[in-house]
């Protein structure tokens, strides 16, 4: 989260984010974490924007493409009846946003567009569409 904060007051002052690749991939860990923690339903019931990422198995695959991050920078986002599955690494997916993992942190907080320089979109649009329009911040 304080990644993201960072990144606003970067943002804000017209500056380059500068998040490190390592720092940028745990907070994208961090936040789909918290996502499917909240899609789960821990509350009773889940709130209606977690309700909606339920689905009946649509996937989304999320790349970090930077060098050095060692296999952290990948991760497999499911949507299932009960709520939203996360597995760290490579997989096959409905949908792939690849790109540096400070970019794609800004994608998922809705900071940039997924169209951003740098960052790739291969397969189901609407399904990332979908996703993004569903999840807070």
């Known amino acids: 989260e304080a990644a993201v904060h960072l990144a606003d007051a970067q943002l804000a002052s017209d500056r380059d984010v500068d998040l490190a690749p390592d720092v940028a991939a745990d907070g994208v860990d961090e ?11 821990t509350t009773d019931p889940a709130p ?6 339920r689905g009946d198995g649509q996937s989304l695959h999320v ?6 991050l060692s296999g952290t920078g990948e991760w497999l986002v499911t949507r299932t009846p009960s709520g939203v599955t996360i597995a760290r690494g490579h997989g096959k997916a409905d949908v792939a946003v690849r ?39």
Not at 48 to 53: T, V
Not at 63 to 68: I, N
């Open 63 to 68: 790349h970090a493409t930077d060098p050095g």
């Open 48 to 53: 209606a924007p977690a309700q909606d990422l």
């Open 31 to 41: 936040w789909l974490t918290r996502i499917a923690t909240s899609a789960a339903g």
């Open 99 to 137: 790109g540096p993992a400070a970019s794609l942190l800004l994608v998922l907080t809705r900071r940039l567009p997924p169209s951003a320089p740098g960052v790739e979109t291969l397969g189901e649009q609407a399904l990332l569409t979908h996703w993004l329009q569903h999840t807070p911040f």
